[in-house]
């Protein structure tokens, strides 16, 4: 039995490689149990590996990984019946009527009559798809069908449940109420692992990884990227006069200030409530007056395109440090 103060999912140092591309490269992170972890990251940055590394359908190359106290690769029966599962590319009965395919999965996992008749019911409601219960999963559109495979992966009321890119190929209502789903499950205990490559969609998670070239370049909950992306909180100033801003840059708790027009600049403060009223007050002491003041709430693509930039740029200045060394090591050899 799993001890429940023991996080859900737990990896160190998760490697897989293919051939020469590294596409997970030494991930270390946790899940604590009833949370919320997005994976979020652009296009081929390893999401996929690490789901499938994670539901034991992949090997990893190196590192430790255990999941509801195992190791994926010998998840016992019990174990598998506790996770849900729905993949990217989720293969439905074509044939099977959307109720068939459900009753199908629900009979795997060992639901029996009346329950799974009800729970087949729900989960078919819950994704709107009552209406289109009767039609085969070949004459449901593409939205339609993922709905359809959500339902598949919640069909069995899974303790842990890990979703590749759910919402892709929603409409932004359905979107909102597949979100809605995930948070009612985490908030009755469950745990969830979602990758998305809609950054909006972070808002949503009590934590997110942020995937970049096969690493995690930030961990931590969502109105803590926006710090970290930022470097603490902004604060947007409009003033009266033309003014040089930069004499706001020695306050205290002020980290830096970018002055865009003569009359406004955003402030970066380790934090706005105590920074805004000093701010404010040198501005009147220069004479000067705030016409319009509010915290700066970038939205998540900013944040995800500034953590992903500042990641490049760290990794360049180590390439650069990294070859200056080996250049000095070869002079040095020559001489
Ligand atoms: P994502 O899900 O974020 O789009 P993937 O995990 O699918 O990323 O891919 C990560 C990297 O690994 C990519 O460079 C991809 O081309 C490579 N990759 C994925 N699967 C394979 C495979 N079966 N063989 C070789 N390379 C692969």
């Not at 590319?89 to 074509?94: G, K, T």
């Not at 009753?103 to 009979?107: G, Q, R, T, W, Y």
């Given at each position: 039995m799993l001890d429940p103060a023991h996080p859900i999912v737990a990896m160190e140092g998760l490697t897989r490689r293919y051939d020469d591309t590294v596409a997970i490269d030494h991930v270390?992170?946790?899940v604590p149990r009833g949370t919320i972890l997005g994976i979020i990251g652009p296009s081929g940055s390893g999401k996929t590996t690490l789901i499938r590394m994670l539901t034991g359908t992949l090997e990893p190359s190196e590192g430790k990984l255990s999941v509801l106290g195992q190791h994926p690769r010998r998840f016992t029966r019990h174990t598998r019946e506790?996770?849900?599962y729905m993949p990217q590319?989720?293969?439905?009965?074509?044939e099977l009527t959307a109720t068939e395919n459900l009753?199908?999965?629900?009979?795997l996992f060992g639901l029996l009559w009346p329950k799974r008749g009800r729970r087949?019911?729900?989960m078919l409601r819950l994704v709107e798809l009552w209406e289109a219960r009767d039609r085969r999963a070949r004459q449901l559109s593409g939205g339609m069908q993922?709905?359809?495979e959500l339902a598949c992966a919640l069909v069995h009321d899974p303790l842990l449940l890990f979703v590749d890119e759910p919402t892709a190929g929603l409409d932004p209502i359905l979107r909102t109420k597949v979100w809605a789903e995930f948070r009612r499950l985490r908030d009755v205990g469950r745990t969830l692992v979602v990758t998305t490559q809609v950054v909006g969609e972070a808002e949503y998670c009590d934590r997110v990884a942020v995937l970049s070239k096969a690493r995690v370049i930030a961990l931590a909950p969502p109105e803590e990227l926006r710090r970290m992306a930022l470097g603490g909180d902004v604060i947007e100033i409009t003033t009266a006069q033309a003014l040089d801003a930069t004499r706001l840059e020695?306050?205290?708790g002020v980290r830096a200030v970018h002055q865009d027009t003569p009359r406004h600049f955003l402030v970066v403060a380790a934090d706005a409530a105590t920074a805004?009223?000093?701010v404010v007050q040198e501005i009147h002491a220069i004479g000067d007056e705030v016409v319009a003041s509010s915290e700066y709430r970038p939205s998540f693509d900013e944040v995800f395109t500034a953590l992903i930039s500042q990641a490049d740029g760290a990794d360049a200045d180590q390439a650069e440090e990294e070859d200056r060394g080996s250049r000095r090591r070869h002079a040095a050899r020559a001489a």
């Open positions: 270390t992170l946790e506790k996770l849900g590319h989720f293969v439905l009965y074509e009753s199908f999965v629900a009979a087949v019911k729900e993922r709905r359809l020695n306050l205290p805004t009223p000093r």
